[in-house]
């Protein structure tokens, strides 16, 4: 099945700079790759997702890059921001919806003021 | 995106006894998930819940211990059987299919279950 990697596991940045969550998976046949950012007490919210015939999409300050070849994708995040403090985790799947989603570890992130 | 909503929330629960969690989402969806999160760790996949059909349940977990119920596009239970402290988690729930023209998944807000 499929396996997924991530690090680091704790980061912590001054506010305004940018952080760099990056994963790997096994599985060749995976093609979505969801990025959820869970805060305290709360279920995993969906930020940003890439499919397989990508390389990399952005949204405002959140960017994913995807390397099919090396099956490795990093989150970044530009100007961080006390909000955007939380645990964030990578995840893969044969299938956007319809497939189990298989995680990373987790990246607990803390911005600091 | 699908509104999910959970109940209970949270609670806490004697060791042998049972607890059933409720998955509601506003529109209908084609796949539901239940996902276990322990203490400081990631998401581990429980168990795809199957509208009029048993569950699909991962390696390692069964049904005796996590029935599960699914009897229309918008609900669905899990019941955690049994109680240890070994279960005290959070359990997700998550729906999947196409949703805003795209194929996606999306979690509900958890239930924090505490079993002494």
């Known amino acids: 099945g499929e396996n997924v990697e991530q690090h680091p596991s704790t980061l912590s940045v001054q506010e305004g700079d940018s952080a760099v969550i990056k994963c790997t998976y096994s599985?060749?046949?995976?093609?979505?790759f969801p990025w959820y950012k869970q805060e305290l007490g709360k279920g995993p919210q969906l930020i940003i997702d890439i499919r397989s015939n990508v390389g990399e999409k952005k949204d405002q300050r959140i960017a994913v890059t995807l390397n099919k070849t090396a099956k490795h994708f990093s989150l970044h995040i530009t100007e961080t921001q006390p909000e955007d403090s939380a645990v964030y985790f990578c995840?893969?799947?044969?299938?956007?919806?319809?497939?189990?989603?298989?995680f990373g570890t987790g990246t607990k992130l803390q911005v600091i003021p | 995106s699908a509104v999910i909503s959970q109940k209970p929330s949270r609670d806490i629960c004697q060791r042998g006894t049972s607890l059933t969690i409720q998955c509601q989402v506003d529109?209908?969806?084609?796949?539901m998930f239940w996902y276990r999160q322990q203490p400081g760790q990631s998401l581990t996949l429980i168990a795809t819940?199957?509208?009029?059909?048993?569950?699909?349940?991962e390696s390692g977990f069964v049904i005796d211990k996590f029935p599960i119920s699914r009897p229309n596009l918008t609900f669905s239970t899990l019941t955690v059987s049994n109680m240890s402290p070994e279960d005290s988690s959070i359990y997700l729930c998550?729906?999947?299919?196409?949703?805003?023209?795209?194929?996606?998944?999306?979690f509900g807000p958890g239930t924090r279950l505490l079993v002494l």
């Open positions: 995840a893969a799947t044969l299938s956007g919806g319809y497939q189990k989603v298989t």
């Open positions: 998550s729906v999947g299919g196409e949703m805003g023209g795209q194929e996606t998944q999306y």
């Open positions: 599985d060749s046949a995976s093609n979505y």
């Open positions: 819940a199957n509208q009029g059909s048993e569950a699909t349940y």
């Open positions: 529109s209908q969806v084609t796949m």
